[in-house]
């Protein structure tokens, strides 16, 4: 059951990122089905689980040298490779650029946080 609870907050998340990025001309807002947000939402799990690990070691030395700030463009890449993962599955949702990408990493991190923190309704265990 957790498990679906931090998936639908991570498509709330996802959508709100989208829908915010899209408000201030950052992104494209496709409107479709409402599952194609939950297969986004999954896609960005798997890429966030399997490539940025990889994208973060192979980043470690610059990371080093610009106080973590590199970080945030792993981030923003990893952001940037769904909707491209996406139109390959023939479902797109939205479309951004790079600087959306930047943008958005640092906002689903900050909605899903404190999604988060208000799902679990402010406890320190999980």
Known sequence: MQLLVRWAVATLALYATVWILHAFGLAKFDRTEWWS???????????????????RLLTAPLNCLTFGLIAVVVNGAMFLLVPYIM????????????????????????????????????????
């Open 37 to 55: 947000w939950l297969v986004a939402a999954v896609v960005m799990g798997l890429v966030n689980s399997l490539i940025r690990p990889v994208a």
């Open 87 to 126: 139109k390959a599955l023939g479902m797109p949702v939205f479309e951004v650029d790079f600087l959306g990408a930047l943008v958005g990493a640092i906002l689903l991190g900050f909605i899903g946080g404190l999604a988060s923190k208000f799902i679990r309704g402010g406890s320190e265990e999980e």
